[in-house]
């Protein structure tokens, strides 16, 4: 269907993260932050388990297609194990649907079970994993999810650590010449996005620097001048 195709401008997503939306009247919260300019909505599914948190799951998903958004919903999923929500969520109206290598006993086979249910993938990188969890399936990804804090918890700040990481994960995939996106999480605001994209992101996930702010409009808008002034 369409409205799950991911679509965007091609060198600039934004992706508020709903972590710090407004739970209690989320539809609403949602679309204003579309109608404000983000692209895609970030999803943060949290079990417990994996991390020390728990959030929301496909019953939600579903709620937000049937309330009418279109945008795509762009899944994290800090679960474990990953392949039982798989199908939950691609049912559920999830465009991208991205794991924690360290949560999946058999990777690619989840990245294969999640392309199979119509969704895009994405393998999450944390602070501390290494790159090499991305050497056997860099022809089977769409996106990569770099962790820019550990993962459990929105406003947390950005590890300074990450630019060095983002230039190395863009390097392979310029390599890999497949149309694969680099995403960051965590931390971004206005004052740090322009070096993370300079680092070579193209796709940026906020939560508390988004909603934590009463004019979205403005904060989305500050951040795309960010990005386009850091690319000259
Ligand atoms: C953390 C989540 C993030 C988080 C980002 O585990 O994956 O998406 O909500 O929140 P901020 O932008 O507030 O760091
Ligand atoms: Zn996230």
């Not at 690619?108 to 969704?119: F, K, P, S, V, W």
């Not at 022809?139 to 993962?151: A, F, H, K, Q, R």
């Not at 983002?166 to 149309?179: P, T, Y």
């Not at 694969?180 to 605001?189: F, P, Q, W, Y």
Request: glycine letters at 8%.
């Amino acid at each position: 269907m369409s409205e799950r195709q991911p679509a965007g401008p091609a060198d600039c997503v934004i992706a508020p993260s709903i972590l710090s939306a407004d739970f209690a009247r989320l539809g609403a919260d949602v679309d204003r932050v579309l109608a404000d300019g983000a692209d895609w909505v970030h999803f943060d599914v949290m079990d417990n388990h994996y991390v020390p948190n728990l959030t929301i799951g496909p019953l939600v998903c579903a709620a937000l297609r049937k309330h009418g958004v279109t945008a795509p919903i762009d899944v994290h999923l800090m679960v474990q194990p990953v392949d039982r929500l798989v199908p939950d969520f691609a049912r559920a109206g999830a465009s991208l649907i991205s794991f924690h290598p360290e949560a999946s006993a058999h990777v690619h086979r989840t990245i294969q079970l999640i392309r199979a249910e119509g969704c895009q993938a994405g393998v999450v990188l944390n602070p501390a994993t290494s790159l090499s969890v991305l050497d056997h399936v860099m022809d089977d990804i769409d996106l990569v999810l770099l962790m820019s804090v550990n993962p459990g918890f929105g406003g947390q700040a950005f590890i300074p650590g990450t630019l060095e990481k983002i230039r190395r994960v863009r390097e392979r995939i310029d390599a890999s010449g497949r149309a694969i996106r680099l995403e960051v999480d965590g931390g971004i605001k206005p004052a740090n996005i322009g070096e993370v994209a300079r680092a070579g992101a193209d796709t940026f996930v906020a939560g508390s620097a988004i909603f934590g702010e009463p004019d979205y409009a403005d904060v989305i808008a500050r951040m795309r001048d960010e990005v386009a002034a850091a690319r000259g």
